[in-house]
């Protein structure tokens, strides 16, 4: 598509230069040659208009060939359930569009897909809108397309849910459904320190201070944690007690080891293991069906926020990127909702007594 529909010179009484004029994208630009000749003013023209059209070529690249070297160029700095999610997102696009030119994707056609998309699962086209918005703005800073397509849309809002959790007589309940004792100790380290289920497979003897009765959440080599920011989780004696007795006793222990391991010392727990286990016993136990693995974090979360606690101190105990990550916890403690409303009987009455107003 051609951008510059004119481009001409001038000479004006403002100026003794020539003086050249262009319209981009329908807003007139202009120049100045520097020189009152107008064969050297002429000269410029052309060598600007070459200058300018060779600027404006995009390379043509195709869809796919950008997700494979936008994959391996952020393969290092994001976690694997972040990459994943990225090429479930391009893998979707892919199917909706075909595997065409990156800048043949407009506003119209990035809007249909997320809209499209949104009828049929409402999260799903919130997650494609995030990664594809931010996988596009490469693109733009990579002079691939001239305008990121997913900017100029409208995110799409999902409905809120209130997240389910288990108090910890329901956690105490539902541990009778599970035999395995690994999976036990596993369920109750997420249950009592919010750690993610990802977390708690990459745990390793390392990251545990038991003289100071702390976790540490640390990226690594082969994991990093979903903000990749670090952090410190303390041990209650409950946690402590479990993984005092994760300690092998046989083996010499290298710090390296994995705390919860299939196979000793170097095959950890998967999370899809783990989840689908623990769905299994929530439809024995016959609790809320829409309980899964990362409720255990939600409860730890919820949990708090009844005791009392905080949002800004749960937040980094949980490792919330966000205050509006730990913010989905306010409704829990109705407690606080009942007083706030008390206040406003004792307001009625004191109205009623005519100590209102003088």
Known sequence: MERFLVMYLVKTKISPFYQVIYFREGKRTQISTKTA???????????FEQQIKKKEVKPIVQLESFRDEYLEFISKSKSKKYIKAIQLAFKM?????????????????????????????????????????????????????????????????????????????????????????????????????GLRAGEGCNLQFSDLNFQQKTITIQNKENFSTKSRRERIVPMNQ??????????????????????????????????????????????KSGLNPKLHLHSLRHSFCSNLVNAGVNLSTIGALAGHHSTKVTEIYSHVSNSSLFQAVELLNRADSVCAGGSFGS
């Open 238 to 283: 409950i946690v402590y007690e479990i993984l005092k007795n994760k300690v092998p006793k046989i083996y010499s222990l290298n710090k390296n080891h994995y705390v919860f391991w299939l196979k000793f010392p170097s095959v950890s727990l998967s999370v899809d293991y783990v989840s689908k286990k623990f769905k299994k016993a929530i439809r």
């Open 37 to 47: 000749l107008k064969s050297q003013a002429l000269k410029f023209l052309t060598e």
């Open 93 to 193: 696009l892919i199917e909706y569009t075909g595997n065409i030119e990156l800048n043949r994707i407009d506003r119209r056609l990035a809007e249909k897909f997320i809209s499209i998309t949104f009828q049929r699962t409402e999260s799903g086209a919130a997650m494609y809108y995030r990664t594809l918005k931010a996988g596009f703005s490469v693109a733009e800073n990579w002079n691939y397309i001239e305008s990121n397509p997913f900017r100029k849309i409208r995110t799409p809002k999902p409905k809120m849910n209130l997240p389910a959790y288990l108090t910890e007589n329901d956690f105490n309940f539902l541990l009778g459904f599970i035999t395995e004792p690994l999976l036990r100790d596993f369920y109750s380290i997420l249950f009592f320190t």
